[in-house]
């Protein structure tokens, strides 16, 4: 029964297709890209919420934040925390099913000898370490090495499967020896587990995981709220009581800040409180660290934008709802030579489900060709797509269940939408009128189009406005001026590892071309440095937090900037990297 009329649906649109070539075309088109910058921006929302929920029991991790105190009249949380907040916590919420914290370094040079006498060495800038708890609390796979052992000695790490295969190659990583460190402050590491690379949805990434126990700072300063290098995270029993949880949360800096006020500052908590300062924790479900609901100061990597994703989303709906309403214009457009093969239609038999249906399957039919040339376009973009949003985003159709059903979904919908009123408009008359010729479209069909045609013009401004409006706020930031001059500069790194580095300046300045040149600890706009406190009344005691020589393998980064002329290059006979 189905067969006959399923094949003369083709038929009938395979003839239409032909017959109007332009209509055709301008359908086609505007669906497929649609549909094309639908999915691309699908796959970019998709991504953005689906960050750390890989995690087992995520829904039960949290982060502890506290308030920023770094700052002055600032209610923003700050995610960076002291070693002695994970010793209150510990003492303090019984309901915590595990804790971990995790140490943010910095950056290290590690070198490997292979069996052929061949050093490898490299700047590794992505070094974490973090506390026996950590492979338990997060779901990072261990490809090698054992997780409740392969962080517990000191001087162990952990390698991405990547990073292990830069140094090692083919050679199996466990029971490696490496040096972090140069010259005199070298210190050997035991490598002893090798994890699968960190996803592209992971706040936490790393290359390189060293132990806690390597770190005996940390151990020190175990009482410490100050030392703000940590990042701690919780898992709660699952039926927890969350409520009575941040009730306790509010007792605690009270309780074991006392001790790091009176070291550091030579205040009680009280006085300080009295000073008009701040000092609550917080817990941040770690499913909300990547678009969190409100300003987070993070230490480990930086959030993405809530605002963005649900404007973007918006886009994309507006993007569809644009192309279905263009179909259904250039539908209504063709209302003569429509209402006469209705009515003919109609004549011979068809009711309005029939020929209702027939619209649909025409409306389906074109944006299921839409969707195989969006695809192709999508393959085609990707590349560029994820370097301007700077995420690896790809599609998987094979792999990918719910990318399919959401595809075919938004066909299905599409085709809904884009048939619904030329559906109600040309089935709802008499064919006796129609084929007359005597029927009109109305007025209330021509409000209906012409209201269609504002809005979609509408809203076709206000995007092209937008785009305007951000390209010209991009300009802004790439021509500003930041209080120096960017061009001819040059950046040569690491000369902390030189014996004399203000003897390589001078050098530098006798190279053919330089202008000037000169050192500094951080290049501009970036620039930090260590922390350190000195309490009322205790001036011939100072407290500093910055790292012991010879107690880590951290190396503090020294550059040189070079400021060079117009012939700079061409005297020198290369290029380098500005």
């Known amino acids: 029964k189905y067969q006959p009329m399923i094949r003369n649906y083709v038929v009938l649109f395979l003839r239409n ?24 921006i699908y796959l970019y929302v998709r991504h953005e919420l689906s960050y750390d929920s890989f995690h087992n029991h995520a829904d039960r991790i949290y982060r502890v934040n506290q308030t920023f105190i770094w700052g002055e009249n600032d209610n923003n949380q700050f995610s960076s925390t002291g070693p002695g907040v994970a010793t209150a916590l510990r003492a303090e919420l019984p309901e915590a099913e595990l804790l971990t914290s995790i140490h943010t370094p910095g950056n290290f040079i590690i070198s490997y000898t292979n069996p052929k006498g061949e050093v490898l060495v490299f700047e590794e800038d992505e070094v974490l370490a973090a506390d026996t708890n950590f492979f338990a609390m997060f779901n990072f796979p261990l490809l090698q090495g054992e997780p409740d052992n392969a962080l517990r000695q000191a001087n162990t790490m952990v390698m991405s499967e990547s990073t292990a295969k830069k140094y090692f190659g083919d050679e199996n990583p466990i029971g490696k020896l490496v040096r972090l460190g140069t010259f005199d402050n070298q210190q050997t590491y035991e490598v002893t587990g090798v994890v699968k690379d960190t996803p592209d949805n992971s706040y936490i990434e790393f290359d390189v995981l060293l132990s806690m126990s390597s770190f005996p700072t940390i151990a020190r300063l175990h009482w410490s709220w100050v030392f703000t290098q940590l990042e701690t995270y919780v898992r709660l029993h699952e039926g927890t009581d969350f409520a009575n949880t941040q009730t306790k949360l509010a007792t605690i800096p009270r309780k074991y800040a006392e001790e790091t006020l009176q070291r550091v500052m030579n205040v009680s908590y009280e006085e300080y409180i009295k000073s008009g300062k701040k000092w609550d924790l917080f817990l941040q479900p770690m499913l909300s660290i990547h678009l969190p609901d409100q300003v ?18 918006g886009i994309a709906m507006f993007i569809l709802l644009l192309a279905c309403i263009n179909f259904m214009n250039l539908s209504t457009a063709q209302f003569t030579r429509r209402v006469k093969e209705a009515s003919v239609r109609k004549i011979l038999g068809l009711g309005r489900k029939e020929l209702s249906l027939n619209y ?24 560029a797509f994820s370097t301007l949003t700077g995420q690896q985003i790809s599609i998987d159709l094979f792999s990918d269940g719910g990318l399919v059903f959401s595809i075919v979904a938004l066909v299905i919908i599409m085709a809904l939408i884009a ?15 129609g084929m007359k010729g005597k029927l ?9 189009r012409n209201g269609l045609v504002v809005f979609q013009f509408s809203v076709s401004i206000v995007l092209v406005a937008c785009t305007a409006i951000v390209f010209q706020q991009l300009n802004y930031v790439t021509e500003k001026e930041i209080g120096f001059d960017k061009e001819n500069l040059l950046v040569l790194n690491h000369v902390n590892l030189v014996k004399d ?3 390589l300046v001078k050098a530098t300045e006798n190279v053919n071309g330089v202008i000037h040149a000169s050192t500094c600890t951080s290049v501009p706009p970036r620039v930090w440095g260590g922390d350190k406190f000195s309490a009322d009344g205790m001036n011939s005691q100072t407290f500093a937090l910055n790292y012991t020589s010879g107690d880590e393998a951290f190396i503090p980064t020294m550059s040189i900037i070079i400021k060079y002329g117009r012939n700079f290059i061409a005297d020198n006979g290369g290029d380098y990297e500005r």
């Not at 297709?17 to 209509?23: C, G, H």
């Not at 963005?308 to 989303?313: I, P, Q």
């Not at 399957?361 to 990707?382: G, K, N, P, R, S």
Request: a positive charge.
């Open 296 to 313: 987070v100061y993070n230490r480990l990597n930086e959030p993405g934008n809530k605002k963005m994703v649900y404007a973007m989303s």
């Open 17 to 40: 297709l032909s017959r109007q070539k332009l209509f055709s075309i301008i359908n086609l088109l505007g669906l497929t890209v649609s549909i094309s910058s639908a999915v691309l």
């Open 501 to 503: 580095p203000e003897t």
């Open 440 to 448: 009109k479209a109305g007025t209330r069909g021509k409000v209906f």
């Open 360 to 383: 649909f399957l025409e409306a389906l039919a074109f944006c299921a060709i839409a969707l195989v040339a969006a695809l192709a376009l999508v393959q085609l973009t990707m590349p």
């Open 419 to 433: 048939s619904s009123y030329p559906t109600y408009f040309l089935t709802g008359f008499h064919p006796v009128e």
